[in-house]
C-alpha cells in the first residue's frame, strides 16, 4: 500500500480528504495481501472450511484498514449465513497488523490477541461452535462505551462499543453516525495504542 485516503464526514469539515502517504523504503501491506495472510493462515483457513458446510457458508465483512500512530490496524467482520436464518450471524472479528494475525469472537479479544502475538508469528483465538452447527443467538444491543477511558480494558471495552455502533449505524444506513463511530474507533485505538506501548 502506497497511500490511504479518507473523506471527513464530520460537521464543519464534510467531504475534506485527508491522505497519508507512506514511504517508498517502508513496507505496508494493503488489503490484498492482508486478505491473503489471512487465508494462509492454517487455523483460520480450516475454521472457515469447517464452517462452509453443515447447511452454513462463511460471509467476509469489508475489510477496515485503520491508521494508529505510525502503522496499520486491519479489521474484518466473520458472518456465517445459515439456510434456516435469511441474515447472516456475526460470529468473528479477525484482527491483522505488520506482524500477526489474529481472530476471536469479539473485538476485544482479537484486539487482546493481536497485542500478544510475536513479532513474525500468528495467534489465533477461536472458540469452535457448540456441537449441532449453527444455533441462533440474540443480537446483544449495542454498548455504551465507557465516559472517559484510561485503561486498557476499558478502552478495548470503549473501541468494542464503537465498532458494534459502526455495524450498527451501517445495517440502518446512517451514513453519518457509521462515520462518527469509526473516527471514534479510530481514537479509541490510538489511545489504546500510545498506553501499550
Known amino acids: 500500500m502506497i497511500a490511504w485516503m479518507a473523506a471527513r464526514n464530520d460537521p464543519g469539515h464534510y467531504g475534506e480528504l485527508i491522505v497519508y502517504e507512506m514511504g517508498r523504503q517502508t513496507l505496508v501491506f494493503g488489503p490484498l495481501q492482508v486478505e491473503g ?19 452454513s457458508s462463511v460471509v467476509r465483512g469489508n475489510l477496515l484498514v485503520l491508521p494508529i500512530n505510525q502503522s496499520f490496524l486491519y479489521v474484518e467482520p466473520v458472518y456465517l449465513l445459515s439456510e434456516a436464518n435469511a441474515l447472516p450471524e456475526l460470529r468473528r472479528i479477525v484482527t491483522a497488523s505488520n506482524t500477526g494475525v489474529a481472530m476471536a469472537e469479539t473485538l476485544d479479544r482479537s484486539l487482546i490477541a493481536l497485542a500478544q502475538a510475536s513479532t513474525d508469528g500468528v495467534t489465533v483465538v477461536d472458540e469452535s461452535l457448540p456441537p449441532g452447527g449453527l444455533t441462533p443467538t440474540p443480537t446483544p444491543d449495542a454498548a455504551t462505551p465507557p465516559t472517559n477511558p484510561t485503561t486498557v480494558d476499558e478502552l478495548v471495552a470503549a473501541a468494542n462499543a464503537h465498532l458494534q455502533a459502526a455495524e450498527q449505524a451501517q445495517r440502518d444506513g446512517d451514513w453519518a453516525r457509521y462515520g462518527q463511530e469509526l473516527e471514534s474507533l479510530r481514537e479509541t485505538l490510538a489511545q489504546l495504542a500510545a498506553l501499550t506501548e
Open 37 to 55: 495472510r489471512i487465508d494462509q493462515e492454517p487455523s483460520i483457513s480450516q475454521q472457515f472450511t469447517l464452517w462452509d458446510q453443515r447447511g
